[in-house]
Nanobody, 129 residues
Framework: QVQLVGSGGGLVQAGDSHRLSCAPA????????MAWFRQAPGKDREFVAA????????LYAKSVEGRFTMSRNFAENTVYLDMNNLKPEDTAIYFC??????????????????????WGPGTQVTVSS
């Protein structure tokens, strides 16, 4: 089991930008696919974005497409989620996830929490109106 360390949560205002980061603890383990999910109070955990470490391809949920961008720092083995034009409905606990199998990218499972075997503890993002 690889421990993921996510950071960057906080309280922001609607329209603001904010960045989350995630890296494997120790930063010595490279995963095939890294992703962000989020869970709002009373709701299921939902897919936000995924990053294919091998080819740098990305995938976004429709609710964040055009506002959120996932990127990587190859040397630091870190992925980032840049969130722009934040809305109150983006308020949630954001979870970093990682999968070791490259083949996940070619399956619907890449947007499902069951596709990922490694998780971070979550970081709260609150967007005030």
């Amino acid at each position: 089991q690889v421990q993921l360390v996510g950071s960057g949560g906080g309280l922001v205002q609607a329209g603001d930008s904010h960045r989350l980061s995630c890296a494997p603890a120790g930063k010595t383990f490279t995963m095939a696919i890294m992703a962000w999910f989020r869970q709002a109070p009373g709701k299921d955990r939902e897919f936000v974005a995924a990053f294919n470490w091998g080819n740098a391809h990305t995938l976004y949920a429709k609710s964040v497409e055009g506002r959120f961008t996932m990127s990587r720092n190859f040397a630091e083995n870190t992925v980032y989620l840049d969130m722009n034009n934040l809305k109150p409905e983006d308020t949630a606990i954001y979870f970093c996830a990682a999968a070791g199998a490259q083949g996940l990218w070619d399956s619907p499972g890449k947007t499902s929490r069951t596709g990922y075997e490694h998780w971070g503890p979550g970081t709260q993002v609150t967007v005030s109106s």
